[in-house]
């Protein structure tokens, strides 16, 4: 017997024509062998939180704890997390992490992977030290925000009143955006239209970003 239960074994192949010229190798994929070990429990999608909307463009997806089967390996190998564009579809998904063992209970997505204004459906499952992996979580949606960063008035353009609404929220003072007055405390969305620097917050540098968008020296 070549392979062990519950190992996981990694592939590729190449070809060799008539002139004894090689291909270039496949893609490496992966699969486990069959294991009779008890699985994990299954995973729960914890956030973003079903149906959440103004979802950030690369948001960062958080799953519950690791939960050993009863009986089962208490260690925690692999993580697999899927993205889908079509609800209960995850043949061609919009992401696929494969086998991961760098990000267990979350992942941050990165740029250009998801769209604007977008619904999206997602799940994981947990793979344990004896290679038996759990069912797939129940899968939760998510909407991504509506307007391109920078936006923060949402008229789906950039410009000056944006740069006005940034710099004020630098600052801490109270913003009015489409007849609605924010204090201080502004609300999370609000927060993500005007932190395109990624830092948490708006600060001087966002205006600054902003404003190179305003006048077109920033695409994107």
């Not at 062990?4 to 008539?18: F, I, L, S």
């Not at 086998?99 to 998801?114: M, Q, V």
């Not at 600060?203 to 902003?210: A, H, T």
């Amino acid at each position: 017997q070549d392979l062990q239960p519950g190992v996981t074994y990694y592939w590729r192949v190449r070809y060799m024509n008539r002139a004894g010229t090689w291909s270039e190798w496949s893609d490496e994929t992966w699969f486990t062998a069959v294991t009779e070990s008890v699985p994990p429990a299954k995973p729960v999608n914890q956030s973003p939180s079903d149906q959440q909307t103004e979802v950030e463009e690369n948001p960062t997806l958080v799953s519950s704890p690791f939960e050993a089967g009863q009986g089962g390996s208490t260690t925690h190998d692999a993580t697999q997390w899927q993205v889908a564009s079509v609800q209960g579809d995850y043949s061609s998904p919009v992401y696929d992490s494969g086998r991961d063992i760098n990000n267990l209970l979350s992942i941050s997505l990165s740029a250009g992977i998801l769209q604007l204004n977008t619904s999206y459906w997602w799940r994981v499952r947990y793979q344990d030290g004896n290679g038996a992996w759990s069912e797939w979580s129940d899968e939760t949606s998510f909407t991504t925000e509506a307007v391109e960063p920078g936006d923060i008035n949402g008229d789906e353009s950039i410009n000056i009143s944006d740069v006005i609404l940034c710099l004020r929220m630098s600052i801490g003072l109270p913003v009015t955006v489409n007849d609605t007055p924010y204090e201080p405390e502004y609300p999370d969305w609000l927060i993500q239209r005007a932190d395109i620097n990624g830092e948490g917050g708006a600060n001087i540098s966002d205006v600054i970003l902003i404003l190179r968008k305003s006048i077109g020296l920033d695409q994107g």
